[in-house]
């Protein structure tokens, strides 16, 4: 009898962390008949044998599949995929592992909406992961419009009669990004592809020595890229979705390893051999319409990289790790209604100089071209142009409780300067929650300027965050800034006394929300 789901799960020779995965498969709420794991053993060693055998002995659900050794996972996935009784099929890691109840939300998200690949919310363990393709539930996520580029990781749902009848499996052998050719290929055949975001679903752990850590081979890795660019070609048609779908992995497997620290951390042979494979790649595979969409900063990358400037490269990662951003509070004042507003100036300077400096051009008051460093200033104008990532600049302050490590996120009103003066409200209410046992916050603020990302903490001249006084009776407890010795600021508030003031502050506030709504 067909069971739901079937789980599929390469294995070789795992370690410790091996156990928490099977016992997130004890804590589905899917009942053991309607699911089965499939453990596709790539000719571990005999210790790891019995060890499986001992897994699978009182599970029933859990088979084990000794196969020969084949070195990489996508050949144990491909026998996966042969055996699997399940009406879909899983994909998961040996080091990661399921959070409770995943199975069950997937399967049912799937039938509710007739899917032939759900992505289920990734949650990132001792590494960050993408937010924007898990920020909303998608039905019906669309390839190009809908952010699923953001996670070609394998660790997804498919319909197992979607891939067996499109013949879709993973290439046999050592072959590195091996996920994105089974993805992608998924994605252009699939008719619905659906995003599960509101609940997390898989933990993506990060071990120590993992092959995504270890630094690429040049000669060797961009041939797979390519195979994979092939693919994307081979199904749309020239034009702006497929420069979109391109834009993915120049920017993410060329540029991304040519930005600031990445670049200067290469020993010089290391980046002579890096750039001799991308350099001819990036001319051949991408064009003017990749370039269009990039962000400021790689646009000035792919430039200098077609051009084959290898010393204004590195000299331009320089540059980037140099900017020293800061950001200082100039005025802070409380409202009688509880609210702290801060205005905040913004800073970025390289050798004691303002670093990004835009100007309207005299043609055109729209059009603000960046005053680059000398050895830049020979660029195209295009290339120079910001106009379009100067619309996009946010400031936002980002107010941390390191008791719970919840961060709160308070969004900044640009000023006439743009990004470079910001004012922020923020309500200390809901920094410190409900429970009101956390009497300490850090404060940071997050820049997007014209494409680069900042953040940095909050600094303040002890004397102006006095002249903002004590806080009003509806922040709540007694609340103030206070600057370190360092200039850096915290939000302190008083201890366990004053829980009254929290309750007026919160009954002052559910008022005027009612008021708004009549």
């Known amino acids: 009898m067909p069971v739901r789901v079937s789980v599929i799960v390469p294995v070789f020779n795992p370690g410790p962390s091996f156990d928490e995965l099977i016992e997130s498969f004890d804590q589905q709420t899917l009942a053991t008949t309607d699911f089965e794991v499939l453990l596709c053993d790539d000719g571990s060693d005999e210790s790891t044998q019995r060890r499986l055998t001992d897994v699978a002995r009182n599970r029933d659900f859990i088979r084990v599949m000794n196969l020969p050794h084949s070195g990489w996972p996508g050949t144990p996935r491909n026998h996966g995929i042969v055996e699997a009784r399940g009406t879909y099929v899983q994909f998961v890691d040996q080091d990661?592992?399921?959070?409770p109840g995943?199975?069950?939300r997937l399967c049912d998200y799937a039938d509710l909406h007739s899917s032939d690949v759900i992505i289920g919310k990734e949650v990132g363990i001792g590494r960050p992961l993408p937010r924007r393709i898990f920020s909303r539930d998608i039905p019906h996520a669309r390839l190009g419009k809908d952010p699923i580029l953001e996670m070609l990781t394998p660790h997804k749902m498919f319909r197992t009669s979607f891939l067996r009848d499109n013949d879709i499996h993973f290439p046999n052998g050592r072959v590195r990004l091996e996920d994105h050719l089974f993805v992608m290929e998924a994605y252009f055949r699939a008719s619905t592809i659906s995003v599960l975001a509101s609940e997390p679903c898989y933990a993506w752990v990060k071990q120590p020595g993992s092959a995504s850590s270890a630094r690429i081979e040049p000669e060797t890795y961009f041939p797979h890229l390519e195979a994979v660019l092939d693919l994307v070609e081979a199904n749309t048609e020239p034009g702006k979705l497929r420069d979109r779908l391109l834009r993915h992995w120049f920017r993410g497997k060329i540029l991304k390893r040519l930005t600031g620290k990445q670049m200067l951390r290469y020993p010089e042979e290391y980046r002579t051999r890096f750039l001799d494979v991308v350099e001819p790649l990036a001319r051949r595979r991408f064009g003017p319409g990749v370039d269009a969409g990039l962000a400021f900063p790689n646009r000035i990358r792919a430039a200098l990289l077609r051009a084959d400037r290898r010393d204004d490269l590195l000299r331009f990662a320089e540059f980037e790790t140099g900017i020293e951003c800061r950001a200082a509070v100039t005025s802070a004042a409380w409202s009688r209604g509880g609210g702290l507003h801060l205005t905040v100036r913004v800073s970025m300077t390289s050798d004691g100089e303002d670093a990004l400096v835009f100007e309207a051009t005299a043609t055109d008051p729209k059009q603000h071209l960046w005053q680059?460093?000398?050895?830049?200033?020979?660029?195209?104008?295009?290339?120079?142009d910001a106009s379009r990532d100067l619309r996009g600049d946010t400031a936002?302050?980002?107010?941390?409780?390191?008791q719970s490590?919840?961060?709160?996120?308070?969004?900044?009103?640009?000023g006439p300067d743009?990004?470079?003066?910001?004012r922020v409200a923020i309500d200390p209410l809901k920094i410190f929650g409900e429970a009101g046992h956390s009497r300490r916050a850090t404060l940071a603020v997050r820049i997007r300027r014209a494409g680069w990302s900042f953040e940095v903490p909050l600094t303040a001249d002890p004397s102006v965050l006095a002249?903002?006084?004590r806080s009003p009776l509806l922040a709540g407890r007694d609340c103030r800034l206070i600057a370190g010795a360092n200039g850096v600021v915290t939000m302190r508030r008083e201890g366990p006394a004053g829980g009254i003031r929290d309750l007026a502050g919160r009954a002052a506030r559910r008022a005027r929300t009612l008021a708004r709504r009549r």
């Open 96 to 99: 990661d592992r399921l959070f």
């Open 102 to 104: 995943a199975l069950k």
């Open 372 to 384: 680059a460093p000398t050895w830049l200033r020979d660029l195209p104008p295009t290339a120079l």
């Open 396 to 402: 936002e302050l980002v107010v941390e409780d390191p």
């Open 405 to 414: 490590g919840t961060a709160h996120r308070f969004a900044g009103r640009r």
């Open 418 to 422: 743009g990004v470079e003066s910001v």
């Open 467 to 469: 002249r903002a006084g």
